[in-house]
């Protein structure tokens, strides 16, 4: 809910400290790490004024002096992680770099599992995010498109990259989850499906399993669809 009268404001075009008073205890640089490390190690849920002051070992309301809201909070996290991404020399052929950038991605979102949860095209204009956009436009330099384009080009990577991450982590969370073993839900899960298809009622299902029986490599499908994606922009 808006406040009446709240000025809207950048974290990052704010000084690290309001306030008059002593040097400053405490970096943004600090604080989001300490959130990060709360995220981490017992999820997002966990991160709060109070837990990342208990972490740094402050006092929760003088963190608001570093920090106005949670959402301020937030944005630091995305951008202290999104700092692991760093840039290397384009290779020049666009499509290896943008599959290059979309395994990095995908891989910092599996160190970091709360970062789907929080993608946002607000936090895209993070000083690490910026450096982010940067690469990936320098990667896209012998692509001849508008920069509009590009940047449609990279948000749809990272779209899918975010998609697919997250359902790798909802699944590995359900397993852990599950009162027997994974290979016994398959089992389970794959007999009733067999009934199913041999009933008659789903042919084209049943013709679809007929051709491709599985196991569906995951792998091959993450780069496939990538490169699905990277086709549709070539020239």
């Given at each position: 809910?808006?406040?009446?009268?709240?000025?809207?404001?950048?974290?990052?075009?704010?000084?690290?400290?309001?306030?008059?008073?002593?040097?400053?205890?405490?970096?943004?640089?600090?604080?989001?790490?300490?959130?990060?490390?709360?995220?981490?190690?017992?999820?997002?849920?966990?991160?709060?004024?109070?837990?990342?002051?208990?972490?740094?070992?402050?006092?929760?309301?003088?963190?608001?002096?570093?920090?106005?809201?949670?959402?301020?909070?937030?944005?630091?996290?995305?951008?202290?992680?999104?700092?692991?991404?760093?840039?290397?020399?384009?290779?020049?052929?666009?499509?290896?770099?943008?599959?290059?950038?979309?395994?990095?991605t995908r891989a910092l979102m599996h160190r970091h599992p709360w970062i789907p949860r929080?993608?946002?095209?607000?936090?895209?204009?993070?000083?690490?995010?910026?450096?982010?956009?940067?690469?990936?436009?320098?990667?896209?330099?012998?692509?001849?498109?508008?920069?509009?384009?590009?940047?449609?080009?990279?948000?749809?990577?990272?779209?899918?990259?975010?998609?697919?991450?997250?359902?790798?982590?909802?699944?590995?969370?359900?397993?852990?989850?599950?009162?027997?073993?994974?290979?016994?839900?398959?089992?389970?899960?794959?007999?009733y499906l067999g009934r199913q298809l041999a009933s008659g009622a789903f042919p084209r299902?049943?013709?679809?399993?007929?051709?491709?029986?599985?196991?569906?490599?995951?792998?091959?499908?993450?780069?496939?669809?990538?490169?699905?994606?990277?086709?549709?922009?070539s020239p």
């Open positions: 809910m808006a406040v009446r009268g709240a000025v809207p404001e950048v974290i990052w075009a704010r000084p690290e400290r309001t306030g008059r008073g002593p040097k400053p205890a405490y970096t943004r640089d600090d604080i989001a790490a300490a959130a990060v490390r709360i995220a981490d190690e017992r999820g997002l849920d966990a991160v709060s004024m109070r837990h990342v002051a208990a972490e740094l070992g402050c006092g929760t309301m003088s963190l608001y002096n570093y920090v106005p809201r949670k959402e301020d909070l937030y944005e630091l996290m995305m951008d202290a992680a999104g700092g692991e991404h760093e840039p290397w020399e384009p290779s020049g052929d666009w499509r290896a770099d943008l599959l290059r950038v979309a395994h990095e929080l993608m946002s095209p607000v936090y895209g204009f993070s000083p690490h995010a910026l450096r982010y956009l940067e690469h990936c436009l320098a990667c896209l330099d012998p692509l001849e498109a508008s920069y509009g384009t590009k940047l449609e080009l990279i948000a749809m990577l990272n779209g899918v990259v975010t998609t697919y991450v997250r359902n790798e982590l909802d699944t590995a969370e359900r397993v852990r989850a599950l009162p027997w073993s994974e290979d016994e839900e398959h089992a389970a899960r794959g007999a299902m049943a013709e679809a399993f007929a051709e491709d029986p599985g196991p569906v490599d995951l792998e091959e499908v993450f780069e496939r669809v990538l490169g699905r994606i990277l086709d549709a922009y």
